[in-house]
Protein backbone atom coordinates (compact mmCIF):
# COMPACT_ATOMS: atom_id res chain seq x y z
CA UNK A 1 0.00 0.00 0.00
CA UNK A 2 1.02 3.76 -0.78
CA UNK A 3 2.27 5.49 2.16
CA UNK A 4 -0.18 7.30 4.02
CA UNK A 5 0.58 9.78 6.61
CA UNK A 6 -1.63 9.90 9.95
CA UNK A 7 -1.95 13.33 11.77
CA UNK A 8 -3.80 12.81 14.91
CA UNK A 9 -5.33 16.15 16.51
CA UNK A 10 -5.68 16.62 20.13
CA UNK A 11 -6.66 18.80 22.30
CA UNK A 12 -4.68 18.88 25.88
CA UNK A 13 -6.46 16.16 28.11
CA UNK A 14 -6.74 18.91 31.02
CA UNK A 15 -9.95 19.40 33.25
CA UNK A 16 -11.57 22.58 32.23
CA UNK A 17 -10.28 22.10 28.53
CA UNK A 18 -11.09 18.64 27.45
CA UNK A 19 -14.50 17.53 26.74
CA UNK A 20 -15.92 20.30 28.19
CA UNK A 21 -19.81 19.28 27.16
CA UNK A 22 -19.16 16.14 29.24
CA UNK A 23 -18.16 17.78 33.00
CA UNK A 24 -21.86 18.44 33.84
CA UNK A 25 -22.14 14.12 33.98
CA UNK A 26 -18.26 12.87 34.54
CA UNK A 27 -17.10 16.16 36.52
CA UNK A 28 -14.14 18.39 34.98
CA UNK A 29 -11.11 15.69 36.14
CA UNK A 30 -13.60 12.75 34.70
CA UNK A 31 -13.99 14.40 31.26
CA UNK A 32 -10.04 14.65 31.24
CA UNK A 33 -9.49 11.17 32.32
CA UNK A 34 -11.71 9.83 29.41
CA UNK A 35 -10.11 12.44 27.19
CA UNK A 36 -7.00 11.07 27.95
CA UNK A 37 -7.84 7.57 27.31
CA UNK A 38 -9.25 8.77 23.79
CA UNK A 39 -6.13 10.23 22.91
CA UNK A 40 -3.57 7.30 23.89
CA UNK A 41 -6.41 4.84 21.84
CA UNK A 42 -6.48 7.34 18.70
CA UNK A 43 -2.35 7.13 18.61
CA UNK A 44 -2.24 3.61 19.16
CA UNK A 45 -4.64 3.13 16.35
CA UNK A 46 -2.58 5.23 13.99
CA UNK A 47 0.60 3.41 15.14
CA UNK A 48 -0.86 0.12 14.57
CA UNK A 49 -2.29 0.58 10.97
CA UNK A 50 1.29 0.85 9.73
CA UNK A 51 0.55 3.17 7.23
CA UNK A 52 3.58 5.82 7.39
CA UNK A 53 4.43 8.37 9.64
CA UNK A 54 2.54 9.50 12.44
CA UNK A 55 2.14 12.91 13.48
CA UNK A 56 0.46 13.72 17.08
CA UNK A 57 -0.39 17.34 16.15
CA UNK A 58 -1.16 18.95 19.85
CA UNK A 59 -3.32 22.33 21.45
CA UNK A 60 -2.79 24.46 23.19
CA UNK A 61 1.09 23.54 23.69
CA UNK A 62 3.26 20.44 23.58
CA UNK A 63 3.81 20.63 27.34
CA UNK A 64 0.94 18.10 29.00
CA UNK A 65 2.86 15.39 30.59
CA UNK A 66 0.66 12.79 28.25
CA UNK A 67 1.79 14.58 24.85
CA UNK A 68 5.54 14.86 26.28
CA UNK A 69 4.98 10.71 27.13
CA UNK A 70 3.53 9.53 24.03
CA UNK A 71 5.73 11.54 21.66
CA UNK A 72 8.37 9.66 22.71
CA UNK A 73 7.28 6.37 21.10
CA UNK A 74 9.08 4.90 18.02
CA UNK A 75 7.59 6.93 14.68
CA UNK A 76 5.70 9.86 16.51
CA UNK A 77 6.41 13.48 15.57
CA UNK A 78 4.73 15.85 18.23
CA UNK A 79 4.08 19.14 16.20
CA UNK A 80 1.69 21.90 17.52
CA UNK A 81 -1.79 22.85 15.70
CA UNK A 82 -1.76 26.49 14.06
CA UNK A 83 -3.52 29.03 15.35
CA UNK A 84 -7.22 30.11 14.32
CA UNK A 85 -10.73 28.12 14.07
CA UNK A 86 -11.03 24.10 13.34
CA UNK A 87 -10.73 24.67 9.69
CA UNK A 88 -7.72 26.99 9.59
CA UNK A 89 -6.00 24.56 12.09
CA UNK A 90 -6.97 21.81 9.61
CA UNK A 91 -5.78 23.48 6.60
CA UNK A 92 -2.56 24.10 7.63
CA UNK A 93 -1.86 20.94 8.76
CA UNK A 94 -2.35 19.79 4.74
CA UNK A 95 -0.77 22.17 3.52
CA UNK A 96 2.60 21.79 5.75
CA UNK A 97 1.61 17.44 5.00
CA UNK A 98 0.97 17.53 1.80
CA UNK A 99 3.64 18.24 0.40
CA UNK A 100 6.16 15.96 1.92
CA UNK A 101 3.63 13.25 2.52
CA UNK A 102 1.77 13.10 -0.91
CA UNK A 103 -1.04 11.39 0.91
CA UNK A 104 -2.28 12.42 4.44
CA UNK A 105 -5.11 10.89 6.64
CA UNK A 106 -6.32 13.60 9.70
CA UNK A 107 -8.40 12.18 12.65
CA UNK A 108 -9.60 13.08 15.95
CA UNK A 109 -9.84 11.19 18.90
CA UNK A 110 -13.37 11.23 19.37
CA UNK A 111 -14.22 8.40 17.91
CA UNK A 112 -13.24 4.77 19.94
CA UNK A 113 -14.25 2.68 17.15
CA UNK A 114 -11.59 4.32 14.81
CA UNK A 115 -9.65 1.37 14.50
CA UNK A 116 -6.31 0.66 12.66
CA UNK A 117 -8.53 -1.28 9.94
CA UNK A 118 -11.20 1.56 9.49
CA UNK A 119 -7.78 3.65 8.78
CA UNK A 120 -6.38 1.17 6.49
CA UNK A 121 -9.93 1.42 4.83
CA UNK A 122 -9.66 4.73 4.41
CA UNK A 123 -5.94 4.94 2.92
CA UNK A 124 -6.64 2.59 0.43
CA UNK A 125 -9.86 4.56 -0.82
CA UNK A 126 -7.27 7.24 -1.58
CA UNK A 127 -5.84 5.12 -4.39
CA UNK A 128 -8.71 6.18 -6.36
CA UNK A 129 -10.51 9.10 -4.77
CA UNK A 130 -8.86 12.51 -4.26
CA UNK A 131 -10.19 12.70 -0.39
CA UNK A 132 -11.76 10.38 2.41
CA UNK A 133 -13.97 10.91 5.09
CA UNK A 134 -15.31 8.87 8.31
CA UNK A 135 -18.62 10.87 9.03
CA UNK A 136 -20.29 10.29 12.38
CA UNK A 137 -23.92 9.99 13.34
CA UNK A 138 -23.92 13.41 14.80
CA UNK A 139 -23.77 15.18 11.61
CA UNK A 140 -19.70 15.59 11.26
CA UNK A 141 -16.95 14.04 10.37
CA UNK A 142 -13.85 12.15 12.75
CA UNK A 143 -11.60 11.85 9.74
CA UNK A 144 -10.80 13.37 6.49
CA UNK A 145 -8.28 12.59 3.52
CA UNK A 146 -6.29 14.09 1.17
CA UNK A 147 -3.96 13.61 -1.75
CA UNK A 148 -4.03 17.05 -3.17
CA UNK A 149 -5.30 20.46 -1.10
CA UNK A 150 -8.49 21.27 -1.03
CA UNK A 151 -9.07 24.41 1.08
CA UNK A 152 -12.51 25.25 0.10
CA UNK A 153 -13.32 22.28 2.48
CA UNK A 154 -12.46 24.50 5.71
CA UNK A 155 -12.43 27.98 4.82
CA UNK A 156 -15.52 29.93 6.54
CA UNK A 157 -17.26 26.31 7.50
CA UNK A 158 -19.20 26.36 10.60
CA UNK A 159 -17.60 23.94 12.32
CA UNK A 160 -19.51 21.46 15.68
CA UNK A 161 -22.88 21.68 14.41
CA UNK A 162 -25.88 18.79 12.22
CA UNK A 163 -24.55 20.16 9.08
CA UNK A 164 -20.99 20.03 9.18
CA UNK A 165 -20.78 16.66 6.57
CA UNK A 166 -23.69 17.93 4.53
CA UNK A 167 -21.85 21.09 3.93
CA UNK A 168 -18.13 19.55 2.86
CA UNK A 169 -20.08 16.93 0.38
CA UNK A 170 -21.45 20.20 -1.48
CA UNK A 171 -17.88 21.84 -1.17
CA UNK A 172 -16.72 18.87 -2.62
CA UNK A 173 -19.02 18.19 -5.56
CA UNK A 174 -18.41 22.27 -6.09
CA UNK A 175 -14.23 21.95 -5.93
CA UNK A 176 -14.98 18.48 -8.58
CA UNK A 177 -13.19 16.06 -5.87
CA UNK A 178 -13.81 12.43 -5.82
CA UNK A 179 -14.83 11.51 -2.56
CA UNK A 180 -15.53 8.01 -0.47
CA UNK A 181 -17.16 7.66 3.11
CA UNK A 182 -16.43 5.05 5.56
CA UNK A 183 -19.21 3.95 7.43
CA UNK A 184 -20.61 6.01 10.18
CA UNK A 185 -19.24 6.04 13.43
CA UNK A 186 -20.49 7.81 17.17
CA UNK A 187 -18.51 10.41 18.46
CA UNK A 188 -18.19 10.93 22.19
CA UNK A 189 -19.25 14.22 22.91
CA UNK A 190 -22.47 14.28 25.04
CA UNK A 191 -23.91 12.48 27.87
CA UNK A 192 -25.90 10.42 25.39
CA UNK A 193 -22.42 9.56 23.52
CA UNK A 194 -21.36 7.36 26.40
CA UNK A 195 -23.08 4.01 25.79
CA UNK A 196 -20.91 3.63 22.76
CA UNK A 197 -17.50 3.46 24.76
CA UNK A 198 -16.02 0.20 24.72
CA UNK A 199 -17.93 -1.78 27.61
CA UNK A 200 -14.27 -1.75 29.42
CA UNK A 201 -13.73 1.57 29.39
CA UNK A 202 -17.19 3.15 31.17
CA UNK A 203 -15.62 3.43 34.18
CA UNK A 204 -12.82 6.02 33.40
CA UNK A 205 -15.04 8.75 33.47
CA UNK A 206 -16.43 7.62 37.35
CA UNK A 207 -16.59 9.85 40.21
Known amino acids: MTSTAIVVFAKAPLPGLAKTRLTSTLGADGAARLADRLLRHALRQARLAGLGPVELCVTPDGLHPSFVELARQPGVELTLQADGDLGRRMAHAFERCLPRDGRVLLIGTDAPDLDSDRLRQAAAALDDHDAVFAPTFDGGYVLIGLRRPAPTLFTDMRWS???????????????????????????????????????????????
Not at 163 to 190: Q, Y
Not at 194 to 207: N, Q
Request: aromatic share 4%.
Open 161 to 207: HAGVMAETRHRLAAAGLLHHELPLLHDIDEAADLPFLPASWREVGGP
